[in-house]
Structure formats: C-alpha cells, structure tokens
C-alpha cells in the first residue's frame, strides 16, 4: 500500500518526465510531430522555459527575504551565556544540601 506522500510524489515524478520528453520533442522536432514552424516553435519554447526558471528563482529570493524579513533577531551571546551561568549556579544551590540546624536536644547536649 503506497502512502499519500508517496502517491503524490510519484503523479509530481510522472508529470514532470512526462512535460521534459514533450519539451524535448518540441524543441527537436517540431515540424515532423506537431506541422509547426520549427524555428518559432524553438524560440517560444526556450522562452517559456527561460521565463519560467527565471520567475522561480525569484520568487525563491522574495520567499528568503521575506523569511528574514519577519524572523525576530537573536538574542546577543552574552545574553545567553548569563542565562547558562545562572542555570548553572542555581542547579548547583539545588544539589547542596543545607546547613544542619540545630534543634533542642542538640544545643542542650553542647551546653553540658
């Protein structure tokens, strides 16, 4: 049994071998296939797929600057390094045990 993602990441592979052989046979061949005017069909193909990668790369720009845009700075190492340190000294506070305390009978018994 094919998962979801797996099903939908086969349709995107036959999809896209399919529009890459029917690119190359465009570009090829077109005359013989389609009865086209081969030079014109050639040029708008290269065009469309130029001009679609070109498009791409930048809308994958505008997503970055976006992202870095709307991403909060980081705090400044030394902020987080005062944070650790003090994580630190508080565990340790936590692992001493306190001081003994005396109760009655002890400070009766040092008084004799």
Request: charged share 20%; net charge negative; proline share 8%.
């Amino acid at each position: 049994m094919v998962s979801k993602d797996q099903g939908i990441g086969g349709a995107i592979l036959a999809v896209c071998v399919i529009v890459a052989i029917g690119y190359v046979i465009l570009v090829s061949v077109p005359q013989q296939v389609f009865g086209l005017n081969g030079t014109s069909v050639r040029l708008d193909a290269v065009l469309i797929l130029v001009s679609i990668a070109f498009i791409a790369i930048l809308a994958i720009g505008a997503w970055i600057g976006w992202t870095m845009a709307t991403t909060p700075p980081p705090k400044p190492i030394e902020e987080i390094t005062t944070e650790i340190e003090e994580k630190k000294e508080e565990q340790k506070a936590e692992e001493t045990p306190p001081p003994p305390t005396e109760d009655s009978s002890t400070a009766a018994k040092k008084k004799k």
